[in-house]
């Protein structure tokens, strides 16, 4: 064996052991929550497309009526790849946000990247919440700042760490947490921000489209805007159903990321086709009254039929709806129970969430039926109960 090849051995045997290998389902086919996978149909209750834009007929017109755009952006942005539904878009999503400007980037992973890549350097500091998405964590490794990593939805803890923290610092916090589902102390952190001079950074990624008044997310939901929280991330590959991102805010900052930020320049821009199916997504997303009330009842249902069921379900009021399991290999066989009886939830681990604190996340989607919802709680029942006696 070569050293190498010992190297992907190891790591190979230490995530079968920790029951931490990571499994490829195929999907063939999605109509809204239903998805035939593995030549299966199961209805998926493991995705973020919460309003069930992914799949909807409008977006799939939309994306027919712009297929004459061609298929690719041919360059970057700041070379000859701007294209008119680029700045559409744009202009679209600041509105939405009521900021003065957005800035589009290929994802929300390279989003995150070049926020904190843009505006921190060495001596420089960035304030998270310890349960923030890894791009977060990663876009601080990118600035080679200091990293500063407070307890969760810990405001007074952020506080300290800010008024610790000389030279400048960016607070950045997921506004709905990805695998907790809970919304993050926004006015507090705002309030923590204002008194340290701390330029505050929300990543709207669970939140656009789901929280707030027309959806605009959770910093709208919490009554703040652009002057408290100058940056925020909008991702459309989850609510909005399509692919890529967008930084909205101030237009100082907004310009400074376009010159500066690696991840916007050094990277071929998204198809002007996607864009304008995006942008109907936008448009689609701040009408969709209805569907964001059938969200909070299926997540109402959910929780209802859990508590009946003796089953604790972690704090959330959002689509996210956790159920802590903790051990690994106990989380892996109730999800894979679960799809045995036709229901897909993803079996999230280390080190997606910390230690020991493996967990079914139940994602919500407002096409999700009372039925679906009554059939997965059905099988959950039946699932722990069986765990139960295997113990
Ligand atoms: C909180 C959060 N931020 C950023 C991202 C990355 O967004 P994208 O999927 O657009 O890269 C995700 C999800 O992947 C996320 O959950």
Known sequence: MTRW?????????????????????????????????????????????????????????????????????????????????????????????????????????????????????????????????????????????????????????????????????VLASDGVFSMDGDVAPLAALADACARHDALFYVDEAHALGVLGNTGAGSVAAAGLGTAQVPLRLCTFGKALGCYGAALVGDGELIEHLQQSARPYIYTTALPPALAEVAHAAVLLAQGADGERTRLQENFARLRNGAAQLGLSMMPSATPIQPLLVGDNAGTLALADALRMQGFWVGAIRPPTVPQGQARLRITLSATHRPADIDGLLAALAQATREAAHAH
């Open 5 to 169: 090849q010992q190297r992907l051995h190891d790591a190979a045997q230490q995530r079968a052991a920790h029951a931490a290998k990571r499994t490829l389902h195929t999907v063939q086919r999605r109509e809204g929550a239903r998805v035939w996978v593995d030549d299966r149909e199961l209805i998926d209750f493991a995705g973020n497309d919460y309003l069930g834009l992914a799949s909807d007929p409008r977006l799939i017109q939309a994306l027919r009526d712009a297929a004459p755009l061609g298929v690719g952006a041919s360059a970057s942005h700041l070379v000859s790849g701007h294209h008119a539904a680029h700045a559409a878009l744009e202009q679209a999503l600041a509105r939405w946000l009521d900021a003065p400007r957005a800035l589009l980037l290929g994802s929300g992973y390279a989003a995150n990247l070049a926020v904190l890549q843009g505006l921190l350097g060495r001596a420089d500091h960035c304030v998270q919440d310890r349960l923030n998405h890894a791009s977060l964590i990663d876009g601080a490794r990118l600035a080679a700042c200091a990293l500063h990593r407070y307890p969760h939805a810990d405001a007074e803890a952020a506080e300290r760490q800010l008024a610790r923290s000389t030279g400048l610092a």
